[in-house]
């Protein structure tokens, strides 16, 4: 599946995202860089967003579905309800994120660091975490099956009611700190 360049797509933006502070939509489309925006119910969907910076913005039910965010940073940004399906977050920066809610079904976050994000009922099924830095991280009723936490990093994660069915544990840093290998 071909991403969408960012400045082509980044031009119909105003059209489909009603909820976007102009003035942080301009800045975003300019430099990919948006500190701190309101970028609620953006519509960003195979959007190529490599590298980008939106550190602290508010993305609550923003649509990033197979969108690339390689090595983007994405600390303290609030994602709450967003679709993320099958994005691309190879090692983006999520320490603190909110993605409470959130659809991660199937997306890409090997060597991604998430550490104290709040996954509270995201799903994750099916996404891979290989190598994935989760240290502290809130994942109560999150769904993890059939996800790849091969050497990641659990370690202090709270975890109540979250489902670890089929998912590959090997060399896995788990929430108690003993290393899981299952799946080894």
């Given at each position: 599946?071909?991403?969408?360049p ?66 983007g ?96 544990l ?15």
């Amino acid at each position: 599946m071909k991403a969408v360049p960012a400045a082509a797509f980044l031009a119909i933006l105003p059209i489909l995202a009603w909820a976007w502070d102009p003035d942080d939509l301009n800045r975003f489309r300019s430099t990919l860089t948006c500190l701190s925006c309101d970028l609620t119910g953006a519509n960003l969907a195979k959007a190529d967003l490599r590298a980008s910076n939106l550190g602290g913005s508010d993305l609550t039910d923003a649509r990033l579905s197979y969108s690339i965010l390689i090595g983007g940073n994405l600390s303290g940004v609030t994602l709450t309800g967003a679709d993320l399906r099958g994005a691309n977050l190879f090692y983006s920066l999520l320490d603190g994120a909110r993605l409470d809610d959130a659809d991660l079904t199937g997306a890409i976050l090997t060597g991604a660091t998430l550490t104290g994000a709040d996954l509270t009922g995201s799903d994750l099924g099916g996404a891979n975490l290989f190598s994935a830095n989760l240290a502290g991280a809130i994942m109560h009723r999150t769904d993890l099956r059939h996800a790849s936490l091969a050497r990641a990093n659990l370690g202090g994660t709270k975890m109540e009611h979250t489902a670890l069915d089929n998912a590959i544990l090997c060399k896995t840093l788990m929430p108690d700190g003993r290393s899981a290998d299952r799946d080894c």
